[in-house]
Every structure is written in structure tokens, then in C-alpha cells.
């Protein structure tokens, strides 16, 4: 089981971050950027080279040169936009690392990512109930030359997973870890202990005695397949078939699996320390 510490945050007076989406137009991306009052900014990119990576490159290079000019505190982060849903998981991780040192007003901005980027983006500020904006420019003609306002998109009203299933989810974990490791500024998503390490299951009979071993108490394999089927309606869940064995399956837990334990796990931080919000 993971181990319930408190955590108590970096007291902060600073407290607005922005998580922003860089695209090709440093024009565009400031205008919206510079609407919000805003102490840290991390600039998120693509990590697969792209046909339109070398301008986005530019334009990150410029854009951390002028707010680190101007005493902003600057981060960057390239996520996996190529494996699908994978960045949901990504950005949760980042919005709670981000929380849990103390930045209580985060603001994610898609105004420069493409399309597919802001979905992902979109989902997950939906899971963690983010405040998410896109500009509202200004036009002569076809050309952006100012912007009106930044629109707050109204997100989907997602629902948390429940204790159970949580505990279920807990089972693709490495045991006795504690929130620290989850949430930890010494590791990106991609260099997690914890996360690097998800385990799989080769069949339904394998994952029954691991979940036994933890509640202490014989489960029957109805009640198994009573979790794994309201998980899959989730999309929590990644079974396939057993290549050694027909008759079984394969099963581990999906980036979106991933996504909703980790706020569930912010939550239960929730219920032992205010602070963390």
C-alpha cells in the first residue's frame, strides 16, 4: 500500500503558474501570456521532432530570454504528444507537482498548440478542474494584431474514481511508496521511480491473488471482473490477449489510469492537509 504522509508545502506569496503550449508565433503567445498576472511559467513542447519543431524551438528560446529578463520564473518540459493519452497523465503530474510546492492558481494556455496537443490538455484540466483559456485575438484581416481577452474554456465535469477502484489501481504500483515519491520536484513523469515502473499482469488469476494479498480475504473472480469491466468503461484499463497463453489476458493500467489515480491521490493529500489545494 502507499504509505499517508502529510506533506506541507512551500509557503508561497507568489502563487499564479501558468503551463503553456508553445507554438510558432511568439507575437501571439505573448499577448495571451502577458493578460494574466502570472509568477511562473512552464513552456510545454513537443517532444518528437515535427516538421514545425525548429520554429517552435525559436520561439521558446525567445520566449524564456524575455521573461527570464523580466524576473519570471522559467521552466520547460517537452511531453510525449506521440503516444495518445499519455500527456493527460503528463500534465496532471505537473499541475500537482505544482501545487504541492505551494502554486495554488494555475492556469494552463493552449493559445499555441495544435489541435491534437489540446485535447489531451483539455482532458486533463477537465480531471483536475484547471482553470484552461485560449486567446481571443484581435484581426486585420487574416493577421493577429492584439488580443481581447483570454477565454476560460468550460470543462467536462469528469468524476473522481471511487476508494475501491483506487485501491484496485494501486495494484499496477510498486508497493510502500509514499506520496512524496508521486509528487516529488527531483523527477519529471518520464524519470519516475514509481511511474517507470508499472507492472503487468498476464492473467485474471495472477491479478485475483495479488488484490487477496492485499485485503487479506479470498475474492471470487466475478467480483474480479466486477472491477476490471467498470474500470474499462474508464478507459483505466489496457487488457490484451496473453501471447503465451490464448485462454488469457494481458492486463496493466492505461495513461489515463494513471491520470485519475494520481488525482485521486491528490484528493486523499487533500483530506491530510489543507495546504495542499
Not at 24 to 49: A, G, Q
Not at 82 to 99: D, S
Not at 233 to 253: M, V
Request: glycine share 4%; net charge positive; charged share 25%.
Amino acid at each position: 500500500m502507499i504509505k499517508r504522509l502529510l506533506i506541507k508545502p512551500l509557503i508561497m506569496n507568489n502563487t499564479n503558474c501558468q503551463i503553456v503550449l508553445v507554438g510558432h508565433s511568439f507575437f501571439k503567445l505573448t499577448l495571451s501570456i502577458d493578460k494574466e498576472i502570472v509568477h511562473k511559467i512552464i513552456f510545454v513542447t513537443e517532444k518528437e521532432k515535427l516538421s514545425g519543431t525548429k520554429e517552435a524551438l525559436k520561439t521558446l528560446s525567445e520566449l524564456i530570454k524575455m521573461y527570464e529578463q523580466r524576473k519570471v520564473a522559467v521552466e520547460q518540459i517537452d511531453f510525449d504528444f506521440h503516444i495518445q493519452t499519455k500527456p493527460v497523465a503528463q500534465l496532471i503530474y505537473l499541475i500537482l507537482q505544482q501545487k504541492q510546492i505551494g502554486y495554488k492558481n494555475i492556469v494552463v494556455n493552449i493559445s499555441g498548440g495544435l489541435r491534437y496537443m489540446s485535447i489531451w490538455f483539455y482532458i486533463a484540466c477537465s480531471i483536475t478542474n484547471t482553470k484552461i483559456i485560449h486567446a481571443d485575438y484581435k484581426y486585420e484581416g487574416k493577421e493577429e494584431v492584439g488580443i481581447n481577452s483570454n477565454v476560460e474554456l468550460i470543462t467536462l465535469p469528469f468524476n473522481n474514481i471511487t476508494d475501491k477502484q483506487f485501491e484496485f489501481l494501486e495494484l499496477f504500483f510498486e508497493p510502500n511508496y509514499s506520496l512524496e515519491d508521486f509528487f516529488s520536484q527531483d523527477y519529471s513523469f518520464n524519470e519516475h521511480p514509481v511511474l517507470t515502473k508499472i507492472k503487468k499482469y498476464n492473467s485474471l488469476e495472477q491479478l485475483r491473488k495479488t488484490l487477496e494479498e492485499r485485503k487479506g480475504r479470498r475474492l471470487t473472480r466475478g467480483s474480479i471482473n466486477g472491477y476490471i469491466k467498470k474500470l474499462q468503461n474508464l478507459s483505466t484499463l489496457e487488457i490484451s490477449p496473453n501471447p503465451e497463453d490464448k485462454k488469457e489476458k494481458t492486463i496493466t493500467i492505461s495513461y489515463l489510469g494513471i491520470a485519475f489515480f494520481m488525482q485521486k491521490l491528490s484528493n486523499k493529500m487533500k483530506s491530510n492537509n489543507r495546504d495542499f489545494k
